[in-house]
């Protein structure tokens, strides 16, 4: 993150916050790192705690970092796009969670853990809570994610669990997003103009 010159207090969350993947029951971490936008540094801590920590690991990220981070390129005078920035971001986040499930031997010693544990309880409650949702808010491309049954996807290994749980959420929640940029912009078609007052030539105020 320090390559791309990432805002210190965003930095700092980002790293306390990521330990939460494997200690789930420490809820959002007390990060005291000062801002020049206190504000909107808490209002992005709010908006990624409703994400999850494991949602960092599968690119979700609250877009109020984007804007904290354009201030900081502002600030220190660099014309890096924070667009650009939060691409690698994302980039770099999905990479450590690959590489965190991906690892064998790190798999293998957390599998009586009391964080692997809770993470596969947590995984399980979010695949029922999909299956629930059903087909809805799901574009037709993914719709096959489910041809198999719950209890068939519950019966996979953890990692294909959290293969399936990522590509759904994250199916869905783009396709809600579109749907709402479509809704707002029909809305903003459809809203009437606001009469201009006109007045006959000549006529006195």
């Not at 990060?31 to 690991?57: E, Y």
Request: proline letters at 5%; charged letters at 20%.
């Amino acid at each position: 993150m320090q390559t791309q010159q990432t805002a210190p207090e965003i930095e700092g969350f980002l790293f306390e916050y990521l330990k939460l993947v494997r200690q789930p029951s420490l809820g959002v971490p007390n990060v005291r790192a000062w801002s020049r936008h206190p504000h909107l540094f808490r209002s992005a801590i709010s908006s990624q705690a409703k994400l999850g920590a494991q949602g960092l690991l599968e690119g979700l990220v609250s877009p109020n970092w984007r804007h904290l981070q354009a201030l900081h390129f502002s600030y220190i005078g660099s014309k890096k796009s924070a667009n650009l920035w939060a691409s690698r971001l994302i980039q770099q986040l999905i990479w450590i969670g690959h590489y965190m499930w991906k690892d064998p031997n790190r798999l293998a010693h957390s599998e009586d853990s009391s964080w692997y544990m809770a993470r596969k309880r947590e995984i399980d409650i979010d695949i029922r809570k999909q299956f629930a949702m059903g087909l809805m808010d799901i574009p037709q491309r993914s719709q096959y994610s489910f041809c198999d049954s719950r209890k068939t996807v519950l019966n996979k290994s953890l990692e294909d669990r959290q293969h399936w749980l990522r590509l759904v959420s994250h199916e869905r929640a783009i396709n809600r997003r579109s749907l709402a940029r479509q809704l707002q912009l029909i809305f903003d078609l459809a809203r009437p103009a606001h009469p201009t007052s006109t007045r006959p030539t000549g006529a006195s105020p």
